[in-house]
């Protein structure tokens, strides 16, 4: 879900709603930040002597986010290295990075991007891999021709636009937060705003915004507890409960917090904590610790806490699909948040952006916010043509977005909506909103699934198949199809029942089936938003 650079890495695309200058700023932006790299990338993108080809996500068959971490590596073990790091990723092209996945990988290997880290969906399995691979590598990898000029210190390169990068966040106001489940739901999803009038951001359908969250106070409070630690401690000029509040992520523990802790160990602790660091879960419980959970595991181990800071992973932003239309909804961007709760082993987990959303933050306090440009997730350009959309959950988001844009623009286009959820009595969100777009005509199907009412569970991709004939006529009469949610599983149910609509109601067989799908997906006109 960041647009990033230029040629060869990464192209801007001319639809992309950026103004003339915003461009050039890019163009040059990236120009100075990768330097003689660009110049080389060239050559290397067409594989021929000077290195290795280029990740490429049209040259990339394990570029599917179900597939297994080992069975991407698998596809590309014969492959050039930069092709290999793009294997490591996550293949969701989620843009929490600052990339799409090829470009992430080859930012790595031209030595252009430092940080193995920002991965959000793949985490620790992503950052191993992407350490392993550098380790093989060694020095060679992403060699791009010296000049004369490496020798000489460089300029750290300007930050980019503000609002339009991670790097260059702007402020804009929360307004205010609607709980969208009714009582009796296991959910709590929240319908969030927020006031982007006095920021440069202006956005369009499909795009993604990226916030800045804060940690829990009470989280912080309890990691410097069992640090014993002072929280007033100034470290890098702010105290030591700022740095933890806002800078330092308290999820996962990292490895490098467990090759910390191995340091302050001995014996069975030391064993247990060099396997952690390795990736081992020696006790069955490494999923669930948290760096919290990590000093509770080991009490014998507390380092100080300067050095503690050091062994943590930066606070990363988090996106969400945006799920407002700046026609109906002018200054103003929502989002539609799950606020993720759970408890283990008698202890409250926290998702860090989405509580911090959904409860802590209050109204009219400033949040530091980006906006993330879509790659490939757009309304057609032409409005007469039919949009398919299914989103179930709070996959929903940005086809609110696309239904309010097409009510605006008046577009004579036909929309279907696929929408599923838990329950409908609790789970039915914006019940009002689609209901009124169907009065309207805007919205001319909505087929609901329900996977808890009743005895058998039902899903979107059921109702897919039992309304296969029109469905199959839809697309045959050229629509759109959309789907946003869930990578592993959702998405690729969905994929699977389009393959056999086109098989029941197309008369195709398996391969033509497959191939079918695949035509949709290269010429635009299967479009996913998967997280």
Known sequence: MSEHVTPPLVLIPENAPFSTDQRSWLSGYFAALLGPAVEGATALAAGDAAGPKLADNDDAPWHDPAMALPDRMEMAKDRPEPQKLMAAMAQQDCGQCGYNCADYANAIFLKSEERLNLCQPGGKDTLRMLKKLEDEFGSAGGAVPKTADDAAPKAAPELGPLGFCRENPVEATFVSRLRLNAPGGEKETWHVEIDLTDTPIDYVVGDSLGLFPANAPALVDAVIAELGARPERKIGGKTLRDRLMTDYALGGAPDSLYQLLSLLTSGEARKKTQALAAGEDPDGDAAYLDVLGALHKFPGARPDAEVFLEALDELQPRLYSISSSPKADPGRVSLTVDAVRYNHRSRLRLGVASTHLGERIPETAKVKVYLQKA??????????????????????????????????????????????????????????????????????????????????????????????????????????????????????????????????????????????????????RYQADVY
């Open 375 to 524: 790659h490939g997730f757009a309304l057609p350009e032409d409005l007469s043509k039919d949009v398919i959309m299914v989103g179930p959950g709070t996959g929903i988001a940005p086809f609110r977005a696309f239904l309010r844009e097409r009510d605006a623009t008046q577009a004579p286009g036909r929309n279907w909506l696929f929408y599923g959820h838990q329950k409908q009595a609790s789970d039915f969100f914006y019940k009002d909103e689609l209901n009124a777009l169907k009065d309207k005509k805007v919205l001319n199907r909505l087929s609901l699934a329900w996977s808890r009412d009743g005895t058998e569970k039902t899903y979107v991709q059921d109702r897919m198949r039992e309304s296969g004939a029109e469905l199959w006529k839809w697309l045959e009469d050229g629509a759109h199809f959309y789907v946003c949610g869930d990578a592993k599983r959702m998405a690729k149910d969905v994929e699977r029942a389009i393959i056999d609509v086109a098989g029941e109601h197309g008369g195709k067989n398996p391969d033509e089936a497959v191939a079918y799908l695949a035509h949709l997906k290269k010429t635009g």
